[in-house]
């Protein structure tokens, strides 16, 4: 966290997703206030601006140096002169940047090298006095010289002496990479395509300019990697600017201020106004709180009609007060009872349903409980499409368009507010859903948080379709699994007798054997589109020069399926068959409006708890007895293998599966990820409260092994016992969509408008969508994929999941699933159990096809490395998509 101190220390992100460690690591261990501009600000007086600050750091990113608009104001820190000269680090483009500036080159190495572990060796001078090796991550594609490294020999040492002709006479080497050092994290063929030595350090001669090729901040570089900033930090604390006066801030402010008054309306600069007034404000504090939530006048509240319609529970708020909700509760042991009988018991699966099922994969922390959710046609619903700025609510048949500019500008402003208005009775603490919302995000709605809007053109049919669509639920059942307990309750006022009845109902019941999961008739006329082959991996090739060109360190690229059925299929039995073949802690049966989602996901995104006050003694000065805690958990997974690769042999063991995984390609691809969400969590929780309990770890599975991470985090909040719900209703230019600018969105990752404090669904905002489904950098990464797919993702790669009145929640990616959507103009007719051996088609194919009676789509992808291949990538997307299509296929083998 940051400390009091008179350092403040501009960060220039160049919009990259490790941003955010970087300004972590420099709080803790510099202790330093760090104020973060973006690389295109609109900036009056950039020399005047930088007055305040006792140093700099020019961030990495995706691009060029050679390109202006990629380094923005870097590429001016080398211009600055006499008492305008500040010390200045530049890591990765900054450091490219500095290279460059000064008379240096730039080239691409023949193999990049990204989430790559490697041993750099520095000269001993400077800020690599004494210290002689570090072991860091690289994240690079482009590389800096100052001299002719081609030709140099490999040698034993850095021995000064013996340094080559310089063409860069002001900068000076400080580390090498040599090729020699890490020959156990190279490919075969990265000894002879990479020069033997690379640049990774240098500083001039005679201004405090430094800059690095690596990331001191990655959750797998060494302690003396840090060491190196600190001791950046030790000589730019030496550093006397010539004496002149300082502006202070407050004066700084009135002045820029009258400036941007002078700026013509309508231009870019107009555009930027707003962020730039942000960031001279943020220069008072750090710009990672310590508790995560900002100081100031608070705002007005959100109109309390702009929220209501809460079913039963809803009581309209007098005075911004919040209502309360009680939980109804009774307890049974699970017997021989089981998710699927519970269902059908209680004829949920013939309508709407919300089920969250883990049943058939146990573990501690994940599958610990299922929840069904009972829907009625009377339960408020709230939809939203990307944009369009609004929210749609639905209940009692009525339909309601609210204006999300009234709500902070976003939809997860409107979430927040409308969920923080409960405050919940109950004891019954170990249940993780007492009730609330529950639904899915889709990939596209994800995009907007992010400054992305949809741009892929969409059929008729499909842009009537809700890219976010929750439904409020106020009864539900929930399997504690580990307890072998079954919870029945509701928060519907006066609704004991239901309770009452159902408990009867599923004590007194004798079991039912669950529907068959196995269709009992054949379509004869079952068409799949599958994916084209020559068109993926000439996209697979597209992802891999934007890699090399240095724009993304990885993307997941993906594809969808399609399968053509002339019948209604029933979607539960199918549900039922997936189940059972892809058996995974975050299985989900959603009917939901024109909705049919069939899930067995293997990976969680988000789990965070409901506010509570820390156990035991507290040595963490930022918790007091006014304040709360909520922890978080991401569980991203990236790198897997089956575990019966041949059906004719064994099944492989752990060791040998942790051997497969074990590769620079595979590891390189989870790290990548590790990072990125550390990156977009400590932007919420804060410095000093993210930390990685398990880095790729091999986890079994009934089908698979997985190369798993867990990140989690601690958000403290202001102790929620006051009543009053505060939301901005003020903020016009922060609650305009974000333009599609095809480069940078001109609106910040946060919910805009908001100064209530602050809760699990802003973790939620800001990490979306996910990273294991996107690449990194985020922004970048998913820019150029919307380039490359040419349909929407929708729901695939989104989240699905609740948010409880008690102010929990839990979100799993969509993947492994298949998705229907009832369209008006489709054939409706009724379901059928029948399947058959399916005729299979290319897209191409597919496109001459009209579409009637059922349609499921299938979504599958992977992440696309340097160290990938067309083959390989085209191979694993296939092995996923099977691993969901074997469902319409009979008992086909099928991967993750």
């Not at 009625?376 to 990307?386: I, K, T």
């Not at 091999?698 to 997985?706: G, N, R, S």
Request: charged fraction near 25%; aromatic fraction near 6%.
């Amino acid at each position: 966290m940051p400390h009091a101190t008179t350092h403040r220390v501009l960060f220039i992100d160049a919009y990259d997703s490790f941003t955010n460690n970087i300004i972590a690591l420099l709080e803790t261990n510099l202790r330093v206030e760090v104020t973060t501009i973006k690389i295109n600000e609109a900036i009056p007086d950039f020399a005047a601006f930088l007055r305040p600050f006792s140093a700099v750091i020019a961030g990495p990113g995706p691009g060029d140096p050679r390109n202006c608009k990629d380094v923005g104001w870097i590429g001016e820190l080398w211009k600055l002169e006499g008492q305008d000269v500040l010390p200045v680090l530049g890591i990765c483009l900054g450091f490219q940047s500095l290279v460059l500036a000064f008379g240096g080159t730039i080239d691409r190495l023949r193999e990049p090298r990204h989430g790559i572990v490697r041993k750099v060796r520095g000269s001993g001078e400077g800020i690599f006095r004494g210290i002689e090796e570090v072991e860091t991550v690289q994240y690079h594609s482009l590389c800096a010289s100052i001299g002719p490294e081609s030709k140099h020999e490999r040698t034993e040492s850095c021995d000064s002496s013996k340094k080559p002709l310089l063409k860069c006479l002001d900068l000076r080497p400080l580390a090498w990479d040599y090729d020699m050092d890490n020959t156990g994290d190279r490919t075969d063929e990265s000894f002879s395509v990479n020069p033997p030595r690379v640049l990774v350090a240098v500083e001039h001669k005679t201004k405090p300019f430094f800059g690095l090729q690596f990331h001191a901040e990655s959750i797998c570089s060494n302690s003396n990697a840090g060491k190196v900033i600190e001791a950046w930090w030790e000589i730019a604390k030496k550093w006397r600017r010539p004496s002149r006066y300082v502006e202070p801030l407050s004066s700084l402010l009135r002045s820029f201020s009258a400036d941007l008054r002078d700026v013509q309306v309508g231009s870019r600069d107009e555009n930027m106004l707003p962020k730039y007034q942000r960031a001279i404000e943020d220069s008072k504090t750090s710009s990672i709180s310590s508790n995560g939530t900002s100081d100031g006048v608070e705002p007005d509240q959100i109109p309390v009609e702009a929220l209501k319609g809460c079913n039963g529970v809803y009581h309209p708020r007098r005075h911004g007060r919040r209502c309360t909700v009680q939980v109804l509760t009774s307890l049974i042991d699970v017997g021989d009872a089981t998710v699927p009988s519970v269902c059908e018991k209680l004829y949920l699966t013939d309508g709407e349903a919300v089920i969250l099922d883990s049943e058939l994969h146990q573990r501690h922390d994940v599958g610990e409980h299922s929840i069904i959710g009972l829907l009625s046609p009377d339960s408020l619903r709230l939809e939203c499409q990307v944009g369009t700025n609004e929210v749609r609510r639905i209940h009692d048949g009525q339909s309601e368009i609210i204006n999300l500019q009234h709500c902070g500008g976003s939809i997860f402003s409107y979430l927040k507010s409308f969920m923080s208005q409960y405050k919940v009775e109950c004891s019954n603490t170990g249940v993780p859903f007492w009730g609330g919302l529950m639904g899915f995000i889709s990939y596209e709605a994800c995009l907007e948080t992010i400054g992305i809007t949809q741009s892929q053109a969409r059929t008729r049919e499909s842009s009537q379709r809700p890219d976010l669509s929750f439904i409020f639920v106020e009864r539900s059942i929930v399997f504690d699994h580990f307890h072998q307990k079954i919870h029945i309750q509701t928060i519907k006022p006066g609704d004991q007798d239901w309770v009452d009845k159902t408990t009867l109902r599923l004590k007194s019941t004798r079991p039912t054997t669950p529907k068959s999961s196995r269709p009992s008739h054949l379509f004869p006329d079952a068409r799949m589109s599958l994916p084209d082959a020559a068109s993926y991996q000439a996209k697979v090739r597209a992802c891999q020069s934007a890699i090399r060109a240095g724009d993304s360190y990885e993307l997941c690229l993906t594809n969808q399926a399609t399968i053509h059925v002339p019948n209604r299929l029933k979607s539960w039995p199918l549900y039922l068959r997936l189940r059972s073949l892809n058996p995974a802690p975050f299985s989900a049966y959603l009917r939901l409006g024109k909705l049919t989602l069939l899930s067995s996901s293997p990976e969680r995104f988000l789990r965070w708890s409901r506010p509570k006050k820390p156990s035991g003694p507290s040595t963490d000065d930022a918790f007091d007895g006014a304040e709360k805690a909520i922890s978080c958990q991401f569980r991203p997974i990236k790198g897997t293998v089956k575990r019966q690769p041949d059906p004719n042999l064994p099944p492989i063991t752990l060791a040998e599966a942790t051997a497969l995984l074990a590769t620079p390609k595979e590891r390189a691809e989870n790290l990548m990820i590790v990072d990125l969400i550390r990156h977009d969590l400590y932007g919420v929780v804060g410095s000093g409260r993210v930390s990685v309990p398990k880095l790729m770890v091999v986890e079994e599975y009934a089908t698979l092994f997985q190369l798993v991470s867990v990140v989690e985090g601690t958000l403290t909040i202001k102790d929620a016992n006051n009543d009053d719900v505060h939301c901005d209703n003020n903020s016009e230019d922060s609650s305009r969509p974000a333009e599609n600018n095809p480069d940078y969105p001109s609106t910040e990752k946060t919910l805009h408008g908001t100064h209530a404090p602050k809760a699990g669904i802003d973790i939620l905002a800001a990490s979306l969508p996910p990273g294991s489904m996107t690449g990194a950098p985020k922004l970048r990464s998913c820019q150029i994929l919307r380039s490359l797919e040419s349909r929407p993702r929708g729901i695939y790669s989104g989240v699905l999941g609740y948010m409880d009145v008690g102010g929990g929640g839990d979100f799993s990616v969509v993947i492994r699933s298949t998705v229907r959507w009832d369209d008006d103009n489709a054939v409706s007719e009724p379901e059928t159990d029948s399947m058959t051996n399916n005729d299979v088609a290319t897209d191409r194919d597919a496109e001459k096809q009209h579409v009637n009676g059922d349609e499921w789509t299938i979504g599958a992808g992977g992440a696309v490395t340097s160290l990938s291949t067309e083959e390989g990538e085209w191979e694993e997307m296939i092995a996923k998509l099977r691993s969901t299509l074997r469902l319409f296929e009979g008992d086909g083998q099928g991967g993750k």
